[in-house]
């Protein structure tokens, strides 16, 4: 329901602040007080169009703030939920525009667009009035409403699930035969592909293996190279030009030709004898490493070969090496698509006749329900039309056949609500009724008859009772209750008949200051609901007759 509206610098008011409660609100006041400066604001906070005149003169912006509480499970939650907006108790829509005309839209004080707070609007309030009707005026409603009036909804869930599952399996077909035709163009690089592949047989994470294998075999070679150079340094392959041995025999040699007495020179041929044996064993030593099991320099090659056919064919197939295993299978799956496509497609096609068959059967038990349903509508609504001074209009309900190509999930038919306000006049849409009086009370008809099934809480109706007086308003105030018995009902009324039938009533008023007006809304107690009524009935001067006549309306007397 509508919970509060605050308002702050639009046209004639300057601030104001509204609560609103449960059944039916009344909003009375002398014309041109301001009672349409409500509903304009109302309307600015659910997304209507924002022009640079709301802002109240003087100002640099005028806002709007709408505090909704909608039930348990209502479609609101869901389209917060869809734009991964938390729940609050309170669902607050809140609109600023400025005085250049420039606007903008709040939702719980998160910025949004104008559209989702249009969105979310629509389902929490109704505004009919005399030109400008939404909701039941609107024909993609007529079906859900018929269907909630009928008692409709576990046939209509039945024929939403049958049509998923019908779309599923006809995505599923097409999906299949899109991926013979495609494996159909491919087939002979499928095949070639799928044998270059399994000849390769890649293996996940054997590239990484490979490589820090190749790295361990590398280093490897190198070592050995190192060895096989320090080595050729002792032992060089040119015997002519000797090596270090033989440079450390010949200069021991020269030594012990020196005459006597010779010690001195004994020492260093000791020393050159030392050498001579360190670099025998060191040579020793490098001949045995030599020895040592070293890498396999085919092992290395086979292992590059590989690692560079692995690379090579993830290049051709514009992927990463890794990626190569899981491509064979993809590959395969589609040649095996090819290979077995005629048996699964007939197998889909058959699945999906038979959901196409249970769409069917759900959907004509739907329409043929939605007809009967559509009669018991009609004759309810043609009851409720004569207290309400309609008694020469009369309410059809059209259930007609769609094209298959119209087929969806609420059903195969097109639901239309008509009418004729005068005998031979042929039956048409809602909206398109000339007098916007009949089409108010006839939007009021409806509610009463359908505020069962109404997903929307909150209505609004702005004078409704334009033009009509005595029992006819006192008719449209008894059906305003008893749709509030229902749902939250605001409306904008000049009917004594009508305001005595609130169990809440705000006066507006126009308040002037120097040279300054401004509109106020108040409450009003018993006594001054008393007063208010019979200024209704009698004028600008109250009489006692007057505040008899609104004792008698309030306490549910008739005049």
């Not at 969105?119 to 409403?145: F, I, K, M, N, S």
């Not at 109404?454 to 008893?482: K, M, N, Q, W, Y």
Request: aromatic letters at 2%; charged letters at 25%; hydrophobic letters at 45%.
């Amino acid at each position: 329901m509508l919970a509060s509206l605050a308002i702050r610098d639009v046209v004639l008011i300057e601030r104001l602040d509204l609560s609103f409660g449960l059944g039916l609100t009344v909003l009375t006041g002398e014309t041109g007080a301001g009672k349409s400066i409500l509903l304009d604001s109302l309307g600015l906070a659910c997304g209507q169009r924002a022009e640079a005149g709301m802002v109240r003169a003087g100002q640099a912006q005028c806002s709007v703030a709408a505090g909704f509480v909608p039930p348990e499970g209502h479609p609101a939650y869901a389209i917060l939920a869809e734009q991964d907006m938390d729940p609050e108790e309170m669902l607050v829509l809140r609109r600023t525009v400025q005085a250049d005309g420039r606007s903008r839209a709040f939702v719980n004080g998160q910025p949004v667009s104008v559209g989702l707070l249009r969105r979310l609007a629509a389902t929490l309030v109704e505004v009919q009035g005399q030109h400008d009707q939404v909701g039941l005026a609107d024909p993609a409603t007529h079906a859900g409403l018929l269907d909630a009036f009928g008692g409709l909804e576990g046939r209509r869930n039945t024929v939403g699930a049958a049509w998923r599952g019908w779309r599923e399996a006809e995505r599923g077909l097409a999906a299949a035969r899109e991926a013979i035709a495609a494996a159909q163009r491919d087939e002979e690089f499928l095949r070639h592909a799928v044998q270059e592949l399994s000849d390769l047989a890649p293996v996940e994470g054997e590239e990484e293996e490979l490589s820090q294998e190749r790295q361990r075999l590398q280093q490897g070679e190198r070592r050995g190279e190192s060895i096989a150079s320090a080595l050729a340094e002792l032992q060089p392959k040119d015997r002519r030009r000797g090596g270090p041995a033989e440079a450390l025999r010949s200069a021991a040699r020269s030594l012990e030709r020196l005459p006597p007495p010779n010690e001195e020179a004994q020492a260093i041929v000791a020393l050159l004898g030392a050498a001579q044996d360190s670099l025998a064993e060191a040579e020793t030593l490098l001949q045995r490493l030599m020895l040592e099991d070293g890498p396999d320099p085919r092992r290395l090659e086979v292992l590059e070969d590989r690692l560079f056919g692995l690379r090579a064919a993830a290049r051709k197939h514009g992927v990463a090496v890794v990626e190569l295993p899981g491509l064979l299978v993809s590959l395969k799956e589609r040649l095996g698509a090819l290979d077995a496509g005629s048996g699964q497609v007939a197998r889909l096609e058959q699945a999906a006749g038979e959901a196409r068959r249970a769409y069917l059967a759900a959907g004509e038990a739907l329409s043929s329900a939605r007809r009967e349903a559509a009669g018991r509508l009609e004759r309810a609504l043609a009851k409720e039309l004569p207290p309400l001074k309609l008694d020469r209009a009369r309410f059809f309900v059209e259930v007609a056949a769609r094209d298959e190509n119209g087929w969806a999930a609420d059903g195969m038919d097109r639901v239309t609500f008509l009418v004729s306000t005068n005998p031979g006049q042929t039956p048409g849409h809602l909206q398109k009724i000339a007098s916007g009086g009949e089409l108010s009370r006839l939007m009021l008809a409806l509610k009463v008859v359908l505020a069962r099934g109404s997903p929307v809480p909150t209505l609004i109706f702005d004078e409704v009772d334009a033009g009509i007086g005595g029992a006819t308003a006192a008719a449209v105030g008894e059906r305003l209750e008893r749709v509030a018995e229902r749902l939250q009902v605001l409306v904008v009324t000049h009917s004594p008949q009508v305001a005595a039938r609130g169990a809440q009533q705000l006066r507006v008023a126009k308040q002037v200051k120097g040279e300054r007006a401004t509109t106020v809304v108040e409450p009003l107690d018993k006594r001054e609901r008393r007063e208010e009524i019979a200024r209704m009935l009698a004028g600008e001067r109250v009489t006692d007759a007057a505040r008899a006549a609104a004792d008698s309306l309030l306490t549910g007397g008739l005049l």
